[in-house]
């Protein structure tokens, strides 16, 4: 198929774009948003590497995601102005330059700046690609050739930990980020020869100042982001007190389990994740509040397997299961009511929403580890129970706001 027709520049018409290229885009997208989260099952080799107490490596994590959430303000509201292939290729080379710079990292002070600019990079790569997805779609099949490319990021989020843990038993934790550093840079050269420049993109009608500026009054105008946002923040920081705390016993006596085995959990919480796509269908037909409302009572219910982890891995897995379930659930229930009230700006509503996601989740990493140093593991589920007991309360308190049909 002619690269005209892929970026936009042909006749209307129902072509979809090439397989191939859209297959690309979802693996590169994978790969970006995976290299944000390989330090979670490495924390414990990474404090000891560094000397970092086991209550302070959590910000790590922390560095990870204040770099997502400067990507977002920062780097992702450039893709309406600069030509997207070219704006990739720049984030790419920054991505590849960050994740050389942890793997040859000789303080602590280096690692902690080479993570954040995993986040910064990582984050604006795995936008960027989906919008660039957009781009280059028919209209007809934008809404198919998008989801290949978010299942791509699935993907990748699943397994992160799974590959960063086997890597790092093979290699050690420095393996992790040279082999990925050496995938993105052939990822990069791929990019390059097979995807087109997008000769049609959204025109600049705002410049960098005053597209920043409007992000921000859509925040203080748009009052169901702001509900739905502050549930996303404790959804997440939920996530990561659970996965950011979880290394950390299971590496240590009696359990002594492998990196590997350690992130391979991450896939149980597939099973979780896949039972929480009805989720938007139940949007669809009006029942937004009641699904949050059970989405909520999912999440922390989790917390009560969870606690039994010293005495059964069984518990552990089911806990898994339901902490995926009620937290993915909702993300799609979030998103559903944001879109629904504006489609004028859904790349800003995207980026703020995400600011939420990345602030849960650099404060639930920070605080699982310094909870882990002072009340073990009993004392993470507690934290993780009440960070879900306060977005319980949260929608309680707000659930008139974003109210579907019969919701």
Known sequence: ??????CGAAP?????????????????????????????????????????????????VTATQLGCLLSLVL??????????????????????LALGGVALASSATGLMVGMLAIG?????????????AAAIAAPAERGRVVGVVQSGVFAGLLLARVFSGAVSDMAGWRGVYMVSAAGMLVLAVLLWRQLPVTSVHAQPTLSYQQLLAS??????????????????????????????????????APWSYSHTAIGAFGLVGVVGALAATRAGHWADRGWSQRTTLAALLVLLLAWWPLAYMPQSVMALMLGIVLLDMGGQALHVVNQHLIF?????????????????YAAGSGAGALGATAMYAHHGWL??????AAVSCAALLWWWMTRRYGQSTNG
Do not use: K
């Open 215 to 252: 992000m921000w009054q859509l925040l203080r105008s748009n009052r169901v982001l702001q509900v739905r946002g502050m549930l996303a923040l404790c959804m997440f920081a939920a996530f990561n007190i659970f996965w950011s705390a979880l290394v950390l016993p299971l590496s240590a």
């Open 75 to 96: 780097l992702v509201p450039l893709g309406d102005q600069i030509e997207r292939r070219r704006l990739m290729l720049a984030q790419m080379a920054g991505l590849v």
């Open 12 to 60: 209307p018409s129902t072509q979809t774009p090439a397989l191939a290229p859209i297959w690309l885009l979802a693996l590169a997208a994978g790969c970006s948003v995976a290299n944000v989260y390989f330090a979670q099952p490495l924390l414990d080799a990474l404090a000891a590497a560094f000397d970092i107490s086991h209550g302070a490596v959590g910000g790590v």
């Open 379 to 384: 004392g993470v589920c507690a934290l993780g």
């Open 120 to 132: 910064l990079m990582g984050t604006a790569m795995t936008q960027g690609l989906i919008a660039y």
């Open 1 to 6: 198929m002619p690269s005209s027709h892929l």
């Open 340 to 356: 629904q009230q504006s489609s004028s700006a859904p790349s800003r509503l995207v980026g703020l929403y995400m600011l939420f």
